[in-house]
């Protein structure tokens, strides 16, 4: 058990885990639960390079993500210090710093008890990756972090996500409850990835500034024409779009003739834009003439990719 101890890397998956009876998918998830919570608490967390949860929902419970989520809890509060009497007596101690570079997170229930952990011991994290988890996090915060991957995530108030490091942010899919807004303070960022139904952020989406280094960003909202409700994020889109104005390399799909026919000066604001890429976007009525009139002024290339002109 000693070699568990000392391991870099720990990846452990719910696929893994297939008995020969396919009938018998409980085996399975017992069979997974014993090994990861046995090996979680005896390998030391605290020394990790990096870190893979992954748990397959159509093989746990109903409450599996929440069972994952309390291994992963227990491991923190009985690996968090090198010394083995707080160890065995769970002490807290934030005075340690994790060795943890590489989190990656599949189907995991997390709350502001797993996110102040992060913030407060994982000092050296770079590269955070979380995939449909259900999470109550009020603030995604760190002083080390480079890249933030957030993929199809059900969050409950998520209010912040803000890092002076940052240079990759991805939010792709998932929803954000109660209306609440989410504010992005990133500077440092270069590439910007967010694919998100307008109306699952009722609450909308703000940038911070306008995020000097953005080498990058891929914008792609879903709006239902025929909703009831418009989310601060679907009538808040040109405020997005401004927050973005410092990009070379730009993506759009979804934005309609609202955005750009009624705000034709607004590209002219983005001096650097190289490439733009529209898809899917309304440029009927005149739009795409009036805009070509308008484009930004050091725009070199132009692509519309399933457009209605």
């Not at 409450?63 to 690996?79: E, I, P, S, T, V």
């Not at 955070?128 to 108030?157: F, P, Q, Y």
């Amino acid at each position: 058990m000693n070699l568990w101890r000392s391991v870099p890397c720990l990846d452990v998956d719910l696929d893994e885990f297939k008995s020969s009876d396919i009938d018998n998918e409980d085996k399975d998830w017992d069979d997974f639960e014993d090994f990861a919570a046995m090996v979680m608490f005896r390998c030391d967390m605290a020394l990790l390079d990096s870190f893979r949860l992954h748990v397959t929902t159509s093989k746990a419970p109903d409450c599996g993500d929440r069972q994952a989520g309390g291994w992963l809890r227990h491991a923190m509060k009985y690996n968090s210090s090198p010394n083995p009497r707080s160890k065995r007596e769970g002490w807290s101690s934030k005075n340690n710093s994790w060795n943890l570079k590489k989190p990656c997170l599949c189907n995991v229930f997390l709350d502001d008890r797993f996110a102040e952990h992060v913030r407060s011991v994982c000092r050296s994290l770079q590269d955070v990756e979380l995939d449909g988890c259900r999470c109550k996090v009020h603030a995604i915060t760190s002083h080390s972090m480079k890249k933030l991957v957030l993929k199809n995530c059900r969050w409950s108030n998520l209010a912040q996500i803000a890092s002076p490091t940052l240079e990759t942010l991805a939010i792709d899919g998932g929803w954000n409850s109660h209306g609440c807004q989410l504010v992005i303070l990133t500077p440092a960022v270069a590439y910007l990835h967010l694919a998100v139904d307008a109306d699952r952020f009722p609450g909308g989406i703000s940038i911070n500034g306008t995020m000097p280094s953005l080498v990058k960003a891929s914008i792609h909202l879903q709006c239902h024409r025929y909703s009831a409700f418009k989310s601060k994020l679907h009538r808040r889109q040109l405020k997005l779009l401004r927050s973005v104005s410092n990009v070379v390399n730009l993506e759009l799909s979804g934005v309609g003739t609202k955005v750009i026919d009624k705000n034709l000066t607004l590209f002219q604001e983005f001096r650097n834009l190289r490439n733009l890429l529209l898809e899917e976007c309304d440029l009927s009525d005149n739009t795409l003439g009036s805009f070509l009139q308008n484009s930004p002024p050091n725009l070199e290339m132009l692509t519309l990719r399933h457009c209605k002109i």
